[in-house]
């Protein structure tokens, strides 16, 4: 068998990735070549460009692959090293960090603009995460604080603690945000209750309560569109 076939080398010297991306820009690859580029080299079976494919098309998921991968997982792709391994894990949390990078310049003006800053990084979490986004009194984004981690009742997520971060921040109003790793976001009868409970606490200390964000898989819950708030 001729491994040529397998190597980067096979490909013209004009569409291989890392030529591709110098020459023409990388948001004219696919994700597969983009990959390609941070993995560099594939196995003695496939190129990289193959191997990138191969992750990512693992079930479907694409780039929750990269996303959602542990050291382990990678690990289980052929020509998957620990080096490489290392690669994918710290270009998942560095996504995850730049995305959090424009927060302080949004301005929230509906119910979608906080789920978008919120969706791609609380997505992908395996436990539930509560935080809140805190706003001016122009609705512009100052901060957001993680108040919890863990499943989601009263004796968690607390008042104390929601209204301190507030308090200290000199928020005008918050926007609570919660995942549910299951992917849906359909609110639970504690999830209504403790949104209750917050908002009540908000309107005695002057700190509006504009929203509850329920994060799912790439879709979300807003209490305010659902009249509950």
Partial sequence: MDNNNYTIKSIPAEDRPQEKLLKYGANNLSNSELLAVILRTGNKEENVLKLSQRILSEDNKGLKNIAEGTVQKFKSFKGISDAKAAQLMALSELSKRISTLK??????????????????????????????????????????SEISVGSLNSSIVHPREVFSEAVINSASSIILVHNHPSGESEPSHEDIVLTNRLDECGKILGIKVLDHIIIGDGVFYSFKEEGLI
């Fill in 103 to 144: 927060i302080e310049r949004i301005k929230i003006s509906s119910p979608s603009d906080a789920a978008v800053v919120m969706m791609e990084e609380m997505r992908y979490y395996k436990k539930e995460y509560f935080k809140i986004i805190l706003l001016d009194t122009k609705n512009n984004i100052t901060k957001i």
